[in-house]
T-cell receptor, first 114, second 116 residues
């Protein structure tokens, strides 16, 4: 079965600093990959997704992610973090079979220091 | 586009009662919807996949008789927590698949259920 690992439970960065959130997946083939953001008490908002093609994906709010097949990784990056980026970030894997279900990582809580 | 509306956002109920949570796709037809449960500071755990006009598919370990799912139309799926107990208190989130998987998923804003 596929799995998703987000090694960092908490990350704190200063406003204006760069950010990288890690995500590793385990699956026999190339899965569909997603990054979602969740504010407290809210649902999830899609930041970006990767299916095929260019391995560097641009998303909303200035986020980007790079798919690296050799490392089974899909890390999320942002050049300059804003205080409003403080939230929970989830990496997810989707498959074409098995009911098209998403498997989520455990999430990374981002704190932004002013 | 592709908005999912989930109601209520918060609900408090007494032990032993039932609670219904609605998930509506506002501007698209959702043949498949998903119900997740999220414990504090944890990830989303898929409970069941809801397909319009057919029985829901539950994940292993999820009690079908406790968590009743109905997907009677292309725009509405409901989750009913029956005979609720304090351990059912959680954050429940629905999502709908928009078109094929390539379109991604749209999530509702979640329901905070507290059973007292």
């Amino acid at each position: 079965a596929q799995s998703v690992t987000q090694p960092d439970i908490h990350i704190t960065v200063s406003e204006g600093a760069s950010l990288e959130l890690r995500c590793n997946y385990s699956y026999g083939a190339t899965p569909y990959l997603f990054w979602y953001v969740q504010s407290p008490g809210q649902g999830l908002q899609l930041l970006l997704k990767y299916f095929s093609g260019d391995t560097l994906v641009q998303g909303i709010k200035g986020f980007e992610a790079e798919f690296k097949r050799s490392q089974s990784s899909f890390n999320l990056r942002k050049p300059s973090v804003h205080w409003s980026d403080a939230a929970e970030y989830f990496c997810a894997v989707g498959l074409t079979g098995g009911g098209n279900k998403l498997t989520f990582g455990t999430g990374t809580q981002l704190k932004v220091e002013l | 586009g592709a908005v999912v509306s989930q109601h209520p956002s918060r609900v408090i109920c007494k032990s032993g009662t039932s609670v219904k949570i609605e998930c509506r796709s506002l501007d698209f037809q959702a043949t498949t919807m998903f119900w997740y449960r999220q414990f504090p500071k944890q990830s989303l755990m898929l409970m069941a996949t809801s397909n319009e006009g057919s029985k829901a598919t539950y994940e292993q370990g999820v009690e079908k008789d406790k968590f009743l799912i109905n997907h009677a139309s292309l725009t509405l799926s409901t989750l009913t927590v029956t005979s609720a107990h304090p351990e059912d208190s959680s954050f429940y989130i629905c999502s709908a698949r928009v078109g094929t998987l390539n379109y991604g998923y749209t999530f509702g804003s979640g329901t905070r259920l507290t059973v007292v």
